[in-house]
């Protein structure tokens, strides 16, 4: 490194050299994914105790860093763009969304008010819009009426920010204790939205969290809700917000949107779909019907950074009445103060989220659709569902396991039976095959127990998971738990 680059930390010709050798590096390591373990295997520990104890006082070239890159950190990755990945719910990576990170990273553009920077904001507009057109949202959301939509981070983001406005609107509209609000939701919901209310200062006292059943597909009854609201009712409490959910985390159940929200609006609540997961899916027309019914609703999220070829963070979230957004998170200090703000007739993004300061997330989203297209994500969804459908089969004609839930999109749950096996048994089948098959290092998946049953969850997903890594993952199913019921018959 010369001594010019030393004193310039964005020298252009320094920045162009080390910029291709990490991209080299990256596309070795898409090349070579396979070779390493989809979960991690180090020790807890691990890397600090090899990393020196302070900070170098000297500048290091990229070539000695990628060295460690690769010797020390990539060891305790877990691969989630391997496509051996199947766990959680992936993440999936893609060359347009790369792209569009590096050029928002580049600009470090920090679009807290139009003003800051107009393309930041204009063009999450446009993302937004163009989004809310390809899930066929209604108009009501659309900046053309009187709504719109806003990139935040992560879904718990938005949990937090349309509590908030909930809290708000409904605190101005009838007198109320904040103590008396209650929050109701299934027990599939996702966890966040239970943190979410701890920071909006909800008491767990003052959440529901609605029991499903698995003869109903641990849908949240609209009967069920409305017992419990009219209870409250009557014990004086007001009812805020219900969370609904399409695609819960552990079956990818779909809540139904309309009766529960018809519901809600009796109770004048504010209704959110979450759609974290399978939103995505809604993108191609034969999935849209999940989404019947949210035009019941205030707002509505989805996460890009889940199925949509983009990577962390991105949580596109539209909302009915965006001052219901902006009369509970505005501000306006003498230090931003301008022209544009001031006429009204700009969005001010730092007024629809929790921070001032913001990425320009709609830079990575806008490279994404266009370098694929409407046409290739939809591709890459029907891609990932007719592998799951495909998996599913083969797991239903194998008596040796039961499909827990129907699958609704591309993630499949199954446990192990055995004759006569207790469901204690089959726990600890189910859980001894996912361990195995993990320890395996080829695959990883994940678990939930839904009901009391334990079953390891399939999420097809990794951008660069094809059919042969499915029908691996078959291969490796059947085998281990050959495996492991000859070994338990052995014992009996
Ligand atoms: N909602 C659902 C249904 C999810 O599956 C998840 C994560 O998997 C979340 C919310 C949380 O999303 P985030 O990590 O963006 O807060």
């Known amino acids: 490194m010369g001594s010019q680059a030393m004193m310039n930390p964005l020298d252009p010709e320094e920045f162009r050299r080390q910029a291709h050798v990490v991209v080299d590096f990256l596309a070795d390591y898409y090349l070579n994914i396979e070779n390493y373990p989809v979960c991690s295997q180090v020790e807890p ?5 090899t990393m020196p104890q302070s900070a170098p006082l000297q500048p290091q070239p990229i070539e000695t860093i990628l060295q460690d890159v690769q010797k020390h950190i990539i060891p305790g990755l877990t691969h989630w763009q391997s496509p051996g990945f199947f766990g959680y719910f992936q993440s999936n990576a893609s060359t347009g969304n790369f792209l569009g990170e590096m050029l928002l990273t580049g600009f470090n553009s920090v679009g807290f008010n139009w003003l800051a920077s107009p393309a930041a904001t204009e063009l999450e507009m446009v993302v937004m819009e163009w989004l809310l057109k390809l899930l066929q949202l209604p108009k009501s959301f659309s900046f053309s009426s009187d709504g719109g939509g ?9 949990f937090v920010c349309t ?3 909930a809290r708000e609107k409904k605190l101005s509209q009838r007198e109320a204790d904040f103590g008396m609000l209650v929050v109701y939701c299934s027990d599939q919901t996702h966890f966040s939205l239970q943190k979410a209310c701890q920071v909006v200062g909800i008491s767990p006292n003052n959440v529901r969290s609605i029991q499903t059943k698995k003869s109903m597909n641990f849908q949240l009854s609209p009967d069920a809700l409305l017992t419990a609201i009219e209870s ?4 004086g409490l007001v009812p805020l917000y219900v969370c609904l959910t399409l695609g819960t985390t552990s ?3 779909v809540d139904p949107l309309l009766a529960l929200s018809e519901i809600a609006k009796r109770f004048l609540m504010w209704v959110h779909v979450d759609a974290a997961y399978a939103g995505s899916a809604c993108i191609c027309p034969e999935f849209r019907h999940f989404l019947d019914g949210v035009e019941g609703a205030n707002s509505f999220s989805f996460n890009p950074h889940k199925w949509f070829l983009t990577t962390l963070d991105c949580c596109c979230l539209w909302v009915k009445d965006q001052t219901d957004l902006t009369k509970a998170l505005s501000n306006d200090p003498e230090l931003l103060k301008n022209k544009a703000s001031d006429t009204k007739n700009v969005v001010d993004y730092k007024d629809w989220q929790i921070a001032l300061s913001r990425r320009f997330r709609a830079m990575k989203l806008w490279m994404v659709i266009r370098s694929y297209g409407v046409t290739g994500l939809q591709g890459v969804i029907r891609k990932h569902v007719k592998l799951a459908k495909h998996f599913e089969a083969l797991l239903i004609a194998d008596k ?3 499909v827990v839930v129907p699958r609704n999109f591309a993630t499949v749950c199954f446990k192990v039976l055995a004759p006569n096996a207790s469901n204690e048994d089959s726990k600890r089948l189910t859980q001894a095959l996912l361990d195995s098959l993990n320890a395996s290092g080829l695959v990883y998946m994940t678990h939930a127990v839904i009901e009391g049953v334990y079953v390891i969850r399939v999420a097809i997903g990794a951008t660069l998971t094809e059919e042969k890594h499915v029908r691996m993952l078959w291969d490796m199913v059947q ?3 050959t495996h492991l019921l000859a070994s338990c018959a052995d014992i009996e």
């Open 45 to 49: 520990g691990y890397l600090t105790k």
């Open 150 to 158: 806003v990139i935040h981070g992560s879904t718990c983001e938005s």
């Open 163 to 165: 509590l908030v406005a």
């Open 232 to 235: 409250d009712v009557r014990a």
């Open 251 to 253: 079956t990818t159940a």
């Open 400 to 402: 040796r396991f039961e």
């Open 479 to 481: 085998e281990h738990a």
